[in-house]
């Protein structure tokens, strides 16, 4: 959203398309002191001063922060909600306005302008650049905030701007007399001398204006008048220039001949109109400015310009004031290879490419961004429409060659008919000149290249689909979909601010089908505004995804779909086999995966070409910005691009599709049970599928435990839609093996829910389909889920019916599994003889497989039974055993379970020290892992610890640590243990009013300064 400040006149916001009040005084003059230091810290005592003078109260910080509390608020509201504008920056606040936000800012920019254009006597252009500055001033600069704008500071800004405006009245009026418009400039001109009655400038300029249009009498009044002011008022003559003005009056010289135009061809501008919805893309802008070469405004160098009073009138125009003073300015800093006003520096080609999508405005920004350099080229603008994309066919370089010649001068008869010889007189040209050139739409570097400057001053700005990464010596700029302030911004300056906030829920569903696109939110507002009797609401049920939203944002020449035609067709019936098959590519994304992002391996499953080809076919469709690349190796469609691409459907079979999606789906299948054996180093996977399914899957790779739950917390939302697509298929193979492959990721993320919720649906499949070993599975990690939960009964049940599953087939491996698992959850029941039991036959079962690792976790399950026993010196030495075991192995959720119980029965033995370390330890790998019901268990068990030592504070602010984070995840049996804890030291505290808590070293206080306890992103 553009909000722009307004200080020449009365203080005022506006945020692009109304005023915004800024209420109370001091909140005024905050803003004002703020905005006179834009982009740079003003410390508190200033802001201080400012508001209070010498008279600063003793409540002046209370009262600082109350009218800055306010003062954000305002800002907040005229920037879309956004609260990013004022920031807390050492030792005070700092105001951040964009370029062009500032009216003073602009108007400096524009008088600067007209200072160029006066160096160089291009008296056309002063008079255009003063019409564009003048409409800017509303008045004296901060004239509602005095006593304000009299301190030095203030008063000294005001003056500058005074001063400027006086100055560029001036040269404009130089500019009305070279060009002869004596008699228009008189009236204006004895009005400016009447309000600046000492001021020479003026007066000089109205004797030659009078004297030029036959009125020498008015004009030696003029003088005399001038002189008297002068001697009475300053006890001085007036000035040279005047003098010189006088003596011409009394010589009787006539009026010179008006300035003729130059003998040569004025430089060709050939820009589009700006569009003066032109919204955002402040960021972009700026970057292209650098990248162009171009400096800001209010870092180029003030030419040293002799004041107005001190001008000498030279024949028929101004003083020395209008001629060109040293270092005049071309406009191009170091960066473009030009400073100041000579040619003395190195120079280099500037091309800057704008890429992105059809309809994200890379023409409008290029537009907004030609515009505002235009001074910095003065020999001229040239735009040419590429059509790289269209039906009419692309435009040749030679035809564009010749064009571009002949606007620069080159007679027709001395052009080449060679297409490299046009080039090369092209580039000879433009190289002794400052051309901007405006190449738009272009279809590839090859089709752009021959109308690029070799070297020199001149510079380019190319707009195309493709990324054009291969173009020499270019930069590139891509345009992403505007962000919802912008959205907001652009559509409320076409339908009106009170239209779109009075449907904020409709104006949402229009934001969101729109994808950020500027094309379609142009439509839209433009439907709207046509449509003044239209609820958003109507507009916003007709641009509903796939239910006729690409035909509503169609409006006359402008058409999303038809855009979005043009690059398609481009690549589909390209003559280069790799465009064609990212065509196919793109068509296969939008029937079958339109929603979710795919890497290159998961490409390559739905494509069926290997891991390397699916990666260059994804980079040449984000080259050619049909897919988005947000971050490497991961790429998405476009909303709206999605469903185009998923309405051509008349190239693929349907049995095409479907095989691509089971390839994927077996893919999602394949690349889970991976996950999950680094996640959990399963003693068990499940069997692959068949390899007539899927061959030659390239599948993720995971260092750890960490990495593989969060690449699995990360394809959350695509795994939930492989699930149930595979339903859709009636394929329960790999619908049972999705759901059980989500094992690694609840081991920490239990507690979410998600995995009961594909456990059940996934077993509602396999019951449809009769799926014997997809139900054994399913109830094998339906009863884990349970047990996560302590839903105890229900794991039993569900372990009774996977035992009996796998027992039909024999599967001992699964037996012992499920044998160790029943004997975790008597364990839980609190019954240790079933418990040994149960544990005792899994580690039979084990032994008899020779299966180690299964051996280590019943290890660790006879451990708990020892400690449920009350024998913990058997129990400490089956768990340091089992630690050692899996130490290193990568299993963190197993180490933090093991470690956690080994503190605790250092606990009943009395070793604090070492009993806390191990929690610490434990407590970490669960903060690391972001494993928010385990890191609730590590801190359970420390509270107990503190408690048992008597260490009351500590033990209450790990309890209530604890308790926050079961209130936040709902995890409801610890809210339970975390009362019942608070309650026993509160009760503590009563029968030992006496007893202080002991100065202890608390790891696990220390672990919870190290990490902040604020939750991290989960699915």
């Known amino acids: 959203m553009v909000v722009k400040f307004g200080l020449l006149g ?10 915004r009040p800024v209420p109370g005084p001091k909140v005024r003059v905050l803003l004002a002191a703020l905005l006179l230091h834009a982009n740079r810290p003003v410390s508190r005592d200033a802001l201080k001063e400012a508001l209070w003078g010498d008279s600063i109260p003793a409540s002046a910080d209370a009262a ?20 990013e504008r004022l920031r807390t920056v050492a030792p005070g606040y700092q105001l951040i306005v964009h370029e062009g936000e500032l009216d003073a800012d602009v108007f400096e920019a524009r008088v600067r302008a ?100 036959g009125r020498q009498a008015e004009a030696f009044s003029v003088f005399h008048r001038l002189r008297r002011n002068l001697v009475d008022e300053l006890g001085a003559e007036p000035g040279a220039a005047v003098q010189e003005a006088h003596a011409e009056m009394l010589a009787g010289h006539p009026a010179p001949d008006p300035a003729p135009r130059p003998a040569t061809a004025r430089p060709p ?134 064009r571009f010649l002949s606007d620069l001068g080159v007679h027709q008869d001395a052009l080449p008919e ?19 050139l405006v190449l738009d739409n272009a279809r590839n570097a090859a089709h752009v290249a021959p ?123 390209s003559d280069q086999p790799l465009e064609r098959e990212a065509a196919r590519a793109f068509r296969l994304l939008g029937r079958v995966w339109p929603a979710h992002a795919v890497t290159p391996q998961s490409a390559a499953a739905l494509l069926d070409v290997t891991e390397a080809r699916a990666a260059v076919v994804l980079d040449v469709l984000a080259d050619a910005h049909l897919v988005l690349n947000p971050e490497p190796d991961r790429y998405l469609l476009h909303d709206l691009l999605g469903e185009y691409a998923a309405q051509r459907d008349e190239e693929d079979t349907e049995q095409e599709r479907t095989t691509a999606l089971i390839r994927l789906l077996s893919w999602y299948a394949a690349a889970l049970a991976a996950a999950t054996v680094a996640a959990t180093h399963e003693t068990q996977s499940p069997p692959p599928l068949g390899t007539g399914t899927v061959k030659d899957l390239s599948l993720p790779e995971f260092a750890d435990d ?52 594909c456990l059940a649906q996934a077993m509602d499949i396999a019951r449809r389909h009769d799926d014997r070993l997809g139900q054994a599975w399913l109830h094998r990690r339906t009863a884990v889920a349970h047990g996560m939960a302590y839903r105890n009964e229900a794991c039993l049940e569900h372990l009774r019916i996977a035992l009996d599953l796998f027992s039909e087939r024999a599967d001992l491996t699964a037996q012992a599994s499920i044998l160790g698992n029943m004997a975790a959850v008597y364990l839980q029941l609190e ?33 708990d039974v020892h400690k449920m026993r009350g024998e913990p010196d058997l129990a400490a030495a089956d768990y340091r055993r089992v630690i050692e075991l899996i130490r290193g192995a990568g299993h963190g959720v197993f180490l933090a379970t093991a470690l956690t119980n080994y503190g605790d029965v250092l606990r009943l033995l009395g070793d604090r020290d070492e009993a806390f370390e191990v929690l610490a330890e434990a407590l970490a790998i669960r903060l690391r892992m972001d494993d928010h019901g385990g890191t609730a268990d590590c801190l359970v068990f420390t509270a107990r610890a503190h408690h048992h030592f008597g260490e009351w504070d500590a033990a209450r602010e790990t309890w209530e640590w604890c308790l926050e984070l079961a209130h936040r995840y709902n995890l409801a049996k610890r809210i339970d243990e975390c009362l019942e804890g608070l309650k026993a030291l509160a009760s503590q505290a009563l029968s030992s009013p006496t007893v202080s808590s002991p100065t202890v070293s608390s790891p696990s206080v220390a672990v919870r300064a190290a990490a902040s306890p604020a939750p991290a992103d989960t699915p």
């Not at 890429?355 to 040239?382: C, I, N, Q, W, Y």
């Not at 060679?418 to 007189?425: A, G, I, N, P, S």
């Open 451 to 573: 109308l690029l400057p070799a070297g020199g001053h001149s510079a380019a700005l190319i707009t195309s689909r493709q990324l054009l990464a291969d173009l020499p010596r270019s930069a590139r700029v891509p345009l992403a979909p505007l962000p919802e302030s912008d959205q907001y911004a652009l559509l409320a300056g076409l339908v009106g601010a009170e239209r779109v906030r009075s449907e904020p829920e409709a104006l949402a569903a229009i934001m969101a089908a729109c994808g950020g696109l500027p094309l379609a939110l142009h439509i839209v507002g433009g439907r709207l505004a046509s449509r003044p009797s239209w609820p958003l609401a109507l507009l916003a049920r007709r641009l509903t995804p796939h239910q006729g939203r690409l035909e509503t944002l169609a409006m006359g020449e402008f058409d999303v779909r038809r855009t979005f035609a043009m690059s398609y067709v481009a690549m589909r019936d």
């Open 64 to 83: 600082l922060a109350n009218h800055l509390t306010r003062l954000r608020r305002v800002l907040a509201a005229a920037d879309g909600g956004t609260d």
């Open 706 to 757: 960490d990495e593989a739950i969060r690449w699995t917390a990360r394809e959350l939302p695509a795994v939930r839609d492989a699930l149930t697509r595979a339903g859709e298929l009636g394929r329960s193979d790999i619908a049972w093996r999705i759901a059980v492959g989500l094992f690694g990721h609840a081991s920490t993320h239990w507690w979410t829910g998600e995995w009961d919720a």
């Open 831 to 863: 019954d240790s003889e079933r418990a040994l039991v149960h544990a005792e036959r899994s580690r039979d079962l084990y032994g008899a497989l020779r299966n180690p690792r299964g051996e280590a976790l019943i290890l660790s399950r006879i451990a």
């Open 418 to 436: 060679d297409t490299d010889d046009r080039v090369l007189l092209l580039r000879s040209a433009l190289a002794e000149r400052r051309v901007l």
């Open 114 to 213: 007209v200072r160029r254009a006066h160096q160089r006597e291009d008296w056309e252009a002063v008079r255009r650049e003063a019409a564009l500055a003048e409409p800017l001033w509303r008045g004296t600069p901060l004239a509602d905030l005095a006593p304000f704008s009299d301190t030095e500071g203030p008063a000294l800004r005001v003056h500058q701007l005074v001063e400027a405006r006086l100055q560029a009245l001036e040269w404009s009026f130089d500019a009305e007399l070279c060009l002869g418009r004596h008699h228009e400039a008189v009236a204006p001109l004895a009005t400016l001398a009447g309000e600046h009655p000492l001021r020479e400038g003026f007066h000089r300029r109205l004797m030659l204006a009078l004297h030029r249009s």
């Open 269 to 402: 501008f050939q820009l589009p109109c700006e569009s003066e919805a032109f919204t955002g893309r402040e960021t972009e802008a700026a970057t292209v400015l650098a990248l162009l070469g171009v400096r800001p405004e209010e870092s180029r160098p003030e030419p040293e310009t002799p004041g107005a009073d001190d001008a000498t009138a030279r024949g028929a125009g101004p003083g020395p004031e209008g001629g060109t003073g040293p270092g005049g300015d071309g406009g191009l800093g170091p960066a473009g290879g030009v400073g100041g006003g000579g040619r003395s520096e190195p120079a280099r080609a500037r091309v800057v490419v704008i890429s992105g999508m059809g309809g994200v405005g890379k023409t409008a920004l290029a537009m907004h961004v030609a515009h505002r350099v235009r001074e910095d080229f003065p020999d001229g603008a040239l735009y040419a429409d590429l059509r790289g994309y269209g039906a009419g066919g692309a435009r040749t370089a030679h035809e564009l060659l010749a």
């Open 10 to 19: 009365s203080l005022v916001v506006h945020d692009g398309t109304e005023l």
